[in-house]
């Protein structure tokens, strides 16, 4: 049986007074012997869950024992009444005394499993059950119960007083009936909805419903009543994550259930303004501070209700982190000794037990709802960390401008008329409200966590967090200290070492803007703070300009004509944006989608199986023509009208159109694709319905898809991997061989380039054997740390900040030394070295790193001694700057040429990060040389000296034609240990799309060339790229899926799964006269034929070849690329004619690398995986090349791309693997250029705007390179 999805009713539970107990104590009344209204302990009198009908049920008998699986249910009530030895009238009216007992069997499932019966009466009359002489109002009140796994449920509790004569309807005694007119006493029944999902106000709405029918209805009819509305409530379906919410008729109200924003946010059916309205906003910043620093918090109140509205609404304010300690918001007055508990948590109880709380127990944060106030239990005031200033700030200027009063929304509105419309408008409003308030609490996460993704190492799941703490402001670190021991922080890191795309994620990178560390243009550096802000208020509080660009489609290219790569403005620190003060309804930049109510049918007046089955055909075909009327465009509207269906066709057991409807999401919205319940679905199918299944093709693959990820799953628990841990960094208690070391220095945070760690290994074991002790590496862990805290106290007066760039910083200051021009400090930044004169500070250039022309150590006359010193010559300068570094002369001399060597071969290969990795050299010689203190220390140091080296051994000479046309370089390995090959290259206005190793695509704004977004599409290798409109880019897979991202959202939440094999290649064509169509081909000989609108394939066919690598279309024809093979299709994928390889590939090794269609010249170019030369053809005679193009020193191509008048073709090298590319004149069919710009071979070409020519490499490189067409 398939694991049905949860509905909207758990269950539906009546609580009140015994009944025998209500008959003593009314006819003590009517005898006047009743001197005050006693208090009753409440009990359970009715559960009602489903399923309450069953087609079994429906065919023994015929409407009325529908019920019967909740009549079982109630079994637990004459269970307990036996244990009590109560007698079997007691039972409520309809329970007959002669009823056969049931089974144990039936006993066990007596209560769904997840509900809680022993503490639910008093929490349904959490002051107690209290009989009354008069008629009281309609109370209602809020409850949450959270099981052993931390799953929390909900509940709604309407308090319903009723005569208790009418409770006693057909009671006789002594003869005569009750007099009613006597003196009546009044009975609360409290009616309690449970769901999984906090539909707070919809639960709300349905009770006010069910107690419009409660009022006049007899003893007789309340059970079947209450049994009814259950059972109606639990034909209800939970709308999808997304716009689509649902609504239904439960007169006189029309109830909406608001649907979730997406997969991990929660259900928001609560008015989260309240809050504001109980608190200031101070009182508000310090809750949400005990909240986060996870301490014992009691609000108190006079109304039930208030106690949990205003604690979920404070829990709401904190997503996405999520409150890990017990939560019971509110307390029966028989539960107080919960207090007592010796762990955080955060609990509720009556205003009236607060000076009995505050006495009784120490250490607890007391909250007066009802006062707006918050003190301890030892004191008045509140001794607690409070939120970092500027974050609380910038949260109180933009709480100030919310709207928090509905009335002034209705001042130019006439009186309505129709309640529902003004119930409508309200939750409009509300709505609105409510998303704004949530942007300025996640705002408010945000400013608080901003920076804790740039201390995490994702690769060994580390959080650097002594390095976290050491870099916030002081006043803030006591804060910082005690949230980071939480579990609700914990929980935190876990998501984001899990690279969890959540709306935290979403607005952090969106705040960061393009000039930061998330966003670096093209490198990274040690984390320093730049010099502009840190002279004005010292390192802990700088803050960053506004964001200089924003994301935009049309963003025009850099223009790359002057030498703008240098590594100052390409190296960005790390450091916090600005906290700007917003309106409220700036925020999270998502472009909101319209909110669609749809409204379920009537319910079936009885409640019979073969009604309610009407009932779900009738919902499946409002569904139907619900998206028949729905365009393609607004394929997340689609999705969601797709997935209730799917639940509908769930729960009335139409399994296979369950598992299409579901199968539909792949195309409109993957993303609410539900795994599990499809899981179970295909496990449930009988043989029959399995069989049918085979016979549809989109549901074998569906259902292949379940089982291959089934498989992995199991493939993944069976090897035990551990996912989710979080460690902290600690230093190493054990001497470390090479490959822990390596595994230390990344956790660390210092460096992940797994080169440079190699090299800071070998100079950390000169003269001994190749081990690092634990005592060496804190030392130099030590030394590395205190080297960067002195660069960045370093405070720069306004005289000197003129003379260097506002994105410089000082990485390294020397002592006080006497030199040529006169007595001071040299500074070493990213570009130059400057003198910090003493006295009057003053600066004095020495020089920036590229006008260098020689470093040497030399000696400086001192009375009778030589002093060592260090000689720079300077280009432009007759004069050597000579500097008396003395016992620092060999290390400055070391690093000076290691930053001078990175400087020169940056600027030959036009990429800054040679500038950074020698940055990086130059800092850890610094440590090492301090580490070590020994007289191998500087030999030791010159292990690192990597580019120096290089410079001496082989010099890096670029030719002059490459370096003329090279304009820029983009690594995106950047932040990996080692390089990944660039697999595919796409340009789309305004951005560049690349995709590296196993589905990871960046992409890069091609106005800075900076990373503006990452995003995993699958597991796989991607094959191919396209644009196939303003708002679409589809990439083929290795795993045989064609996934769809968004260009404006940047999501990926469609995906094409009609290929059978790995796709390899993709196509547009616009046809003149019709939609946009789009060709997609696979491995095993495939093309596909799809209509862009509406995803759906219009024809396909397959080709008989040796492996089909890509498609064109030109001209009514398409062009199919295979090893062997080029072959004309006719567009009904009937051949035209095919080209074979040339005659001298016959027989070997060689295939056809790529091809490229001109047809305005009606020519055909092929080059060869194994051939160096390009082979031209006429389109109209393919029996031979009409020409042979040879390309020096080239042993096979992969990739061509035609810009302007140019063919551009990427390959490799014969006499090195080094990548080349050469640029072919098209008319003259002559090499024009010889490139050579990596040093792997060439795997992707792609043009910008026919400007540029974007070229990446294979994995021993990894980069890629922005050439300028000429």
Not at 107 to 117: A, C, F, M, R, W
Not at 387 to 411: G, N
Not at 797 to 812: D, G, M, Q, R, Y
Request: charged content about 25%.
């Amino acid at each position: 049986m398939a694991e049905l999805p949860s509905g909207l009713l758990e269950a539906c539970v009546v609580v009140g007074a015994p009944t025998d107990k209500l008959r003593d104590l009314y006819q003590l009344h009517q005898q006047n012997k009743l001197k005050e209204a006693l208090s009753l302990e409440a009990e359970v009198l009715q559960v009602h869950a489903p399923p309450f009908v069953s087609k079994e049920a429906n065919s023994s008998q015929p409407i009325g024992p529908a019920f019967s699986r909740v009549q079982r249910r109630r079994s637990f009530i004459k269970k307990k009444r036996r244990d009590r030895d109560r007698p079997a009238e007691g039972l409520s009216n309809g329970e007959a005394a002669s009823r056969s007992e049931t089974s144990s069997a039936t006993e066990d499932i007596s209560v769904p499993k997840d509900l809680d019966l022993i503490a639910l009466p008093q929490l349904c009359f959490p002051g107690g059950l209290q009989l009354s002489t008069e008629q009281r109002e309609d109370s209602y009140h809020f409850l949450v119960f959270t099981d052993l796994f931390g799953n929390r449920t909900h509940g709604v509790v309407a308090q319903h007083y009723r005569a208790v004569q009418s409770c006693q309807e057909g009671v006789v005694q002594n003869g005569h009936r009750w007099n009613s007119a006597k003196t009546r006493l009044f009975t609360p029944f409290a009616v309690c909805i449970i769901s999984k999902f906090p539909y707070y106000n919809a639960l709300k709405d349905c009770l006010s419903c069910l107690l419009v029918q409660l009022r006049p209805a007899r003893q007789a009819d309340f059970e079947e009543t209450i049994r009814e509305f259950s059972a109606r409530l639990s034909l209800v379906p939970l709308p999808p994550p997304g716009q689509l919410h649902v609504s239904f008729n439960l007169r006189p109200l029309q109830v909406v259930l608001p649907s979730r924003e997406d997969q991990d946010s929660p259900v928001i059916d609560i008015d989260l303004h309240l809050p504001f309205l109980c608190f200031s906003h101070t009182v508000l910043l310090q809750l949400l501070a005990c909240l986060l620093q996870e301490q014992r918090l009691v609000f108190f109140s006079s109304d039930w209700a208030r106690l949990t509205l205003v604690a979920e609404s404070l829990l709401l304010y904190l997503q996405p982190l999520s409150w890990q300690q017990p939560y019971v918001p509110v307390l029966a007055r028989g539960m107080l000794d919960f207090l007592m508990a010796p762990t955080a948590f955060l609990m509720g109880c009556h205003i009236s037990h607060f000076e009995e709380v505050a006495a009784e127990t120490e250490d607890l944060i007391l909250v007066n709802v009802d006062e707006g106030i918050i003190h301890s239990s030892c004191s008045e005031t509140i001794d607690l960390p409070a939120i970092p200033l500027a974050a609380a700030d910038s949260f109180v200027s933009r709480a100030e401008c919310l709207q928090l009063h509905y009335d002034l929304e209705l001042c130019h509105l006439g009186a309505g008329t129709d309640a529902n419309a003004l119930r409508s408008q309200r939750r409009d409003w509300q709505r609105r409200l409510n998303s704004q308030i949530q942007n300025i609490a996640l705002e408010l996460v945000v400013n608080i966590f901003r920076n804790v993704p740039d201390f995490l190492n994702h690769e060994h799941r580390v959080f650097n967090s002594e390095e976290f703490l050491r870099t916030r402001d002081p006043a803030d670190q006591l804060f910082y200290k005690k949230v980071l021991e939480t579990h609700i922080f914990h929980s935190f890191l876990r998501d984001r070492l899990s690279r969890k795309r959540d709306t935290f994620s979403r607005m952090e990178q969106s705040m960061r803007g393009h000039g930061n560390s998330r966003n670096r243009a093209v490198t990274e550096t040690p984390r320093r703070a730049l010099m502009s802000d840190l002279s004005k208020t010292g390192y802990s509080s700088y803050t960053s300009p506004e964001s200089r660009l924003s994301k935009r489609l049309g963003a025009s290219l850099p223009n790359l004509e002057q030498p703008t790569t240098d590594a100052a403005s390409a190296i960005t620190p790390t450091r916090p944006n600005s906290l700007r003060k917003m309106t409220p309804d700036i925020g999270l930049k998502s472009p909101k989608k319209a909110v669609k109510i749809f409204r379920l049918p009537e319910f079936p007046p009885p409640l019979a199986y073969h009604y309610v089955q009407n009932y779900y055909s009738d919902m499946v075909g409002s569904l139907g023509k619900a998206i028949s009327a729905t365009p393609p465009e607004e394929s997340s509207l689609l999705a969601r009208y797709h997935y209730l269906r799917g639940l509908v066709n769930t729960v009335s057991n139409r399994r296979l159109d369950a598992l299409e409807d579901f199968q539909s999401l792949y195309k409109t919205d993957a993303d609410i694709f539900p795994s599990q319940m499809v899981k179970s679905l295909v496990d449930s199918l009988p043989d029959g319905e399995r069989s049918q299944a085979d016979r549809r093709p989109e549901l074998k693959r569906l259902i292949s898809r379940v089982k291959r990820d089934q498989e992995r799953e199991r493939a993944c628990n069976g090897s035990g991997q551990e996912e989710g841990g979080v460690k902290r960094f600690q230093l190493p208690k054990k001497y470390m061989q090479l490959e822990e070391f390596v595994k230390c220095v990344q956790e660390s945070g210092i460096v992940k380039d797994q080169g440079t760690i190699h090299r800071l290994f070998d100079a950390l074991t000169v003269g001994h054997q190749k081990q690092v002790g634990p005592d060496l590496f804190r030392v130099f862990y030590t030394i590395w740390k205190e080297t960067e805290a002195e660069a960045q106290e370093v405070c720069l007066p306004a005289s000197v900040l003129e003379h260097i760039e506002a994105t410089e910083c000082v990485f390294k200051l020397s002592s006080s030394v006497k030199t040529s021009r006169g007595v001071g400090k040299i500074a070493m930044t990213q570009r130059r070295l400057f003198l910090l004169t003493e006295g009057q500070p003053g600066y004095v250039e020495v020089a920036q790193y590229r006008d260098l022309e020689e470093v040497k150590v030399s000696s400086a006359p001192f009375l009778l001694l030589r002093i060592p010193s260090l000689k720079l010559r300077v280009r432009g300068r007759k004069d050597a700057f000579e500097a008396n570094l003395k016992t620092e002369t060999e290390l400055w001399n070391l690093m000076v040429k290691e930053m001078w060597a990175g400087r020169s071969i940056a600027d030959q290969h036009k990429d800054p990060q040679y500038m950074q990795q020698a940055l990086t050299n130059a800092l850890l010689m610094d440590a090492v040389v301090g580490s070590l203190q020994s007289s191998k220390a500087i030999y030791a140091a010159s292990k690192l000296a990597h580019f120096d080296r290089m410079k001496m051994e082989v010099p890096m000479m670029v030719p002059k034609t490459t370096a003329e046309t090279l304009k820029h370089k983009i690594n995106p390995s950047l932040e990996l240990a080692a390089p990944q090959a660039v697999d595919v290259l796409l340009y789309t206005p305004g951005q560049l799309w690349v995709s590296v190793s196993g589905g990871k695509v960046m992409v890069f704004d091609a106005s800075s060339w900076s990373l503006i977004h990452t995003c995993h599409v699958g597991n796989s290798r991607l094959n191919c790229m396209l644009g196939v409109d303003q708002d679409q880019v589809w990439m083929g897979s290795e795993d045989s899926v064609i996934y769809i991202i968004s260009i404006v959202a940047m999501v990926c939440n469609r995906q094409l799964t009609e290929h059978r094999a790995e796709v390899t290649g993709l196509a547009l064509e616009t046809e003149k006269y019709s939609q946009k169509v789009a060709y997609s081909c696979s491995a095993e000989g495939s093309v596909m034929v799809w209509d862009v609108s509406t995803l759906q394939v219009k024809r396909h066919f397959r080709l008989s070849c040796d492996r089909l690598q890509s498609v064109y279309c030109s001209s009514g024809s398409l062009w199919c690329c295979s090893r062997d093979s080029v072959m004309e299709v006719w567009r009904t994928g009937s051949l035209k004619h095919r080209v074979n390889l040339p005659e001298q590939h016959k027989g070997s090794t060689a295939t056809f690398g790529s091809i490229l269609l001109l047809p305005e010249r009606e020519e055909l170019w092929s080059v060869c995986s194994d051939s160096g030369e390009v082979c031209v053809w006429h389109i109209k005679d393919t029996s031979r090349p009409i020409q042979r193009v040879a390309l020096q020193d080239c042993t096979g191509s992969t990739c061509m791309i035609k810009v302007k008048n140019q063919v551009w073709v990427g390959g490799v090298g014969r006499s090195s693997t080094k990548g080349k590319i050469y640029i072919l004149d098209t008319e003259r069919h002559q090499v024009l250029k010889e490139l050579h710009g990596h040093s792997d071979k060439v795997t992707a070409l792609c043009s910008a705007e026919d400007r540029y020519v974007l070229s990446g490499a294979g994995k021993h490189d990894g980069k890629i390179a922005i050439w300028k067409v000429e």
